[in-house]
């Protein structure tokens, strides 16, 4: 569940990086709460369809086994509570785009039908897991805050900033595919690297880097936002020298890290916006 909570707090950072992006002075507004919270309800919520689901697979009560599920079943209840919470002091368009994405993500954990022989999911269509994860933090991250300060969502500006967050969260979710391949073909899930192999799927994953840095020097050079650019360069150089380390970590610390990367370039967005601020003032 920490790492839940860790997870969560990259969706905030980037968020409040898209404000940066969009030319406002980075605040707490309490939309970033509910993107926080759906994004801890989220991530709790497949960690529940996984106790149901394999009970349901397996035909046992794992759930009753598990020492934890108290502690579990509790934070659940609050990342749900504190979901709906939050989404009283939303604005209706923000709730319009949170809907579908609540419901795309409880198809992704959840079964969608019942079959003779398995039970299926969304998150089982070959392909779609890093593709639907990609979409969905792009959805959120870019166009909640774009909601809010009022700019129109067809503006080339905002798609850009759309692609290249999805160029970045699908680069970072692919080393997380590479280490869940065991367990994910064990359940015949047809993932990245399981299709084109680990090492298709890390250059795969730097590909998407290099696009990702290339596309941001020019979007904002031409936007004159280019001293959002040092952030964005450091902080992917961090996140190459992570996803190319030789000696493959299996650790949770080293995908703490890699979540860690998240916070790290919404935080020096931030951190380069107030540089600026102070540089103009001069």
């Not at 065991?182 to 399981?194: G, I, S």
Request: proline share 4%.
């Amino acid at each position: 569940m920490k790492t839940n909570f860790f997870v969560s707090l990259g969706a905030v950072f980037l968020t409040l990086q898209t404000q940066v992006q969009l030319g406002m002075r980075p605040h707490l507004y309490p939309y970033i709460f509910i993107i926080f919270s759906a994004s801890y309800m989220a991530y709790n919520t497949q960690i529940v369809a996984a106790w149901v689901y394999g009970n349901q697979r397996s035909g046992k009560n794992m759930i009753k086994e598990d020492q934890d599920v108290n502690r579990q079943r509790l934070l659940f209840i609050l990342s749900i509570v504190l979901f709906f919470g939050a989404i009283l002091f939303a604005k209706q368009k923000i709730v319009a785009v949170l809907v579908p994405l609540s419901i795309i993500t409880l198809c992704y954990s959840f079964p969608l039908r019942n079959t003779k022989t398995i039970l299926f999911r969304l998150r089982e269509v070959p392909l779609l897991k890093v593709f639907l994860i990609s979409t969905t933090w792009s959805a959120v991250t870019v166009l909640l805050p774009t909601i809010h300060s009022g700019t129109e969502m067809n503006q080339p500006h905002v798609l850009m900033m759309l692609s290249e967050r999805f160029l970045l969260i699908f680069a970072i979710a692919i080393p997380f595919d590479i280490r869940d391949m065991n367990t994910d073909a064990m359940a015949k899930l047809k993932t990245v690297p399981l299709i084109i192999g680990k090492g298709k799927a890390l250059a795969l994953s730097n590909a998407c880097l290099l696009a990702f840095i290339a596309t941001s020097l020019f979007h904002f050079y031409l936007n004159g936002l280019t001293f959002v650019l040092p952030a964005l360069i450091i902080s992917v150089g961090v996140t190459v020298l992570l996803i190319n380390t030789k000696t493959w970590n299996t650790s949770a610390t080293y995908y703490a890290m890699l979540d860690g990367t998240l916070i790290f370039q919404g935080a020096l967005v931030c951190l380069s916006y107030y540089l600026n601020l102070g540089v103009l003032r001069v």
